[in-house]
């Protein structure tokens, strides 16, 4: 009797040393935190759409390697001291394997050196900086491009591609307006070109009047508009009633249909940048993979069509399920690291050209551009590199 019960303590005593946090025989348990309440629910409610409609997809077959995923939903406002304390109870007192798509720049910035501490991975941040990924961090997989890419890129369209001479830039006076900014004309440099206006605003202010009259002086061919949708929209139409017709180009998270809506006729003609394939005639395989993902999706909310936010948590769920394939039966952190250093321009249902390695953590780094052409957004270029 005494030898059976060694054995059971001995078998108990090997489960729990090599038992990796959140991983069961069944299911594995992932956490989120998503702004559910407040004045961006909106955004965050969409995108947990986006993952829980994934997610039950991929349960509804049987899950990954015999496990489900179970996905807690933190809810932090878009409050980076409450997204601290809701991360915190999800890594120490829900337990969970990993966090999967949290959104907001500042909340991002507030947990990651807290993940990479206690090498929690963190798969898919919605935000845009690049501090997030460079220099890179063992456990911290960026997947949305970073506004220094971004920046790049809109610098090689002005000066390449769409070969602009007159550029200006008006630019949010934050974080992502300054990132942008900077790698903007850093690469206008590379084409001998100088921007003709800068104007720094604060998004907060309603009146952009003041402001627009040095882009009338100096009537530039070419503005690029780091801001967000009510700010961004504000300062077209201020731009088009005082006159301008210079082209617009603007930043990605403006592209969703909420734009063409609210902004009306002053969205015609407006360039964005994109990651996410447009499903256009043209390419038939991007119209075949957005119809899957929308069927995904309406298996969980039938009759509703996704929005970019929920693009964005579906795309954060698919990445971060093929790292869970690649992992195999034996899952561990240090396994899904290891799986995710191998993508290499992994294509999924709607995530496009991914790719990590040892020493690489942003992994989109490719865009194109669009604009919107009778009420519609239409390609401009194929996906771009700087």
Same mark, same amino acid.
């Given at each position: 009797?005494?030898?059976?019960?060694?054995?059971?303590?001995?078998?108990?005593?090997?489960?729990?040393?090599?038992?990796?946090?959140?991983? %069961?025989?069944?299911?594995?348990? $992932?956490?989120?935190?998503?702004?559910?309440?407040?004045?961006?629910?909106?955004?965050?409610?969409?995108?947990?759409?986006?993952?829980?409609?994934?997610?039950?997809?991929?349960?509804?077959?049987?899950?990954?390697?015999?496990?489900?995923?179970?996905?807690?939903?933190?809810? @932090?406002?878009?409050?980076?001291?409450?997204?601290?304390?809701?991360?915190?109870?999800?890594?120490?007192? @829900?337990?969970?394997?990993?966090?999967?798509?949290?959104?907001?720049?500042?909340?991002?910035?507030?947990?990651?050196?807290?993940?990479?501490?206690?090498? /929690?991975?963190?798969?898919?941040?919605?935000?845009?900086?690049?501090?997030?990924?460079?220099?890179?961090?063992?456990?911290?997989?960026? $997947?949305?491009?970073?506004?220094?890419?971004?920046?790049?890129?809109?610098?090689?369209?002005?000066?390449?591609?769409?070969? *602009?001479?007159?550029?200006?830039? /008006?630019?949010?006076?934050?974080?992502? +307006?300054?990132? +942008?900014?900077?790698?903007?004309?850093?690469?206008?440099?590379?084409?001998?070109?100088?921007?003709?206006?800068?104007?720094?605003?604060?998004?907060?202010?309603?009146?952009?009047?003041?402001?627009?009259?040095?882009?009338? =002086?100096?009537?530039?061919? /070419?503005?690029?508009?780091?801001?967000?949708?009510?700010?961004?929209?504000?300062?077209?139409?201020?731009?088009?009633? %005082?006159?301008? @017709?210079?082209?617009?180009?603007?930043? %990605?998270?403006?592209?969703?249909?909420?734009?063409?809506?609210?902004?009306?006729?002053?969205?015609?003609?407006?360039?964005?940048?994109?990651?996410?394939?447009?499903?256009?005639? @043209?390419?038939?395989? *991007?119209?075949?993979?957005?119809?899957?993902?929308?069927?995904?999706?309406?298996?969980?909310?039938?009759?509703?069509?996704?929005?970019?936010?929920?693009?964005?948590?579906?795309?954060?769920?698919?990445?971060?399920? =093929?790292?869970?394939?690649?992992?195999?039966?034996?899952?561990?952190? =240090?396994?899904?690291?290891?799986?995710? =250093?191998?993508?290499?321009?992994?294509?999924?249902?709607?995530?496009?050209?991914?790719?990590?390695?040892?020493?690489?953590?942003?992994?989109?780094?490719?865009?194109?551009?669009?604009?919107?052409?009778?009420?519609?957004?239409?390609?401009?270029?194929?996906?771009?590199?700087?």
């Amino acid at each position: 009797m005494k030898k059976l019960l060694s054995v059971i303590l001995m078998l108990i005593f090997l489960v729990s040393v090599f038992a990796e946090v959140g991983v %069961y025989n069944d299911k594995v348990v $992932v956490g989120t935190f998503q702004a559910l309440s407040g004045p961006y629910a909106v955004i965050g409610q969409e995108m947990s759409k986006g993952m829980k409609a994934y997610f039950n997809w991929i349960n509804s077959r049987g899950g990954i390697h015999g496990r489900k995923i179970e996905l807690i939903i933190a809810d @932090d406002q878009l409050n980076p001291a409450k997204t601290v304390v809701e991360v915190k109870r999800l890594v120490e007192q @829900d337990k969970v394997f990993a966090i999967v798509g949290g959104l907001g720049t500042y909340g991002c910035l507030a947990v990651m050196d807290y993940l990479e501490q206690n090498k /929690v991975p963190f798969v898919y941040q919605g935000a845009g900086t690049s501090k997030l990924v460079i220099p890179p961090k063992k456990y911290i997989f960026g $997947v949305q491009p970073d506004y220094t890419l971004e920046g790049t890129l809109i610098g090689k369209y002005v000066g390449e591609i769409a070969k *602009f001479k007159n550029p200006a830039i /008006v630019y949010m006076n934050n974080d992502v +307006g300054l990132e +942008g900014y900077a790698a903007f004309k850093a690469k206008l440099e590379d084409y001998k070109m100088k921007l003709v206006v800068e104007i720094s605003y604060n998004p907060a202010d309603t009146d952009y009047s003041g402001l627009v009259v040095k882009l009338v =002086e100096k009537n530039p061919d /070419v503005i690029v508009i780091y801001g967000l949708i009510t700010d961004t929209i504000r300062w077209i139409k201020t731009i088009r009633d %005082y006159g301008l @017709d210079s082209k617009i180009i603007t930043i %990605y998270p403006n592209a969703d249909p909420s734009f063409i809506k609210l902004a009306g006729k002053y969205a015609e003609g407006v360039i964005f940048t994109g990651w996410v394939p447009l499903p256009t005639p @043209d390419r038939p395989e *991007f119209v075949r993979d957005y119809q899957r993902a929308i069927s995904i999706y309406q298996q969980t909310y039938p009759k509703e069509i996704m929005s970019s936010y929920a693009v964005a948590g579906f795309i954060a769920a698919e990445v971060f399920t =093929e790292g869970l394939i690649r992992a195999g039966k034996n899952l561990t952190r =240090e396994g899904l690291v290891k799986a995710l =250093e191998s993508f290499k321009n992994w294509n999924g249902i709607l995530a496009k050209d991914i790719t990590w390695g040892p020493n690489l953590r942003r992994g989109k780094s490719s865009m194109y551009f669009m604009v919107v052409k009778n009420g519609q957004f239409v390609p401009l270029t194929d996906l771009i590199r700087p």
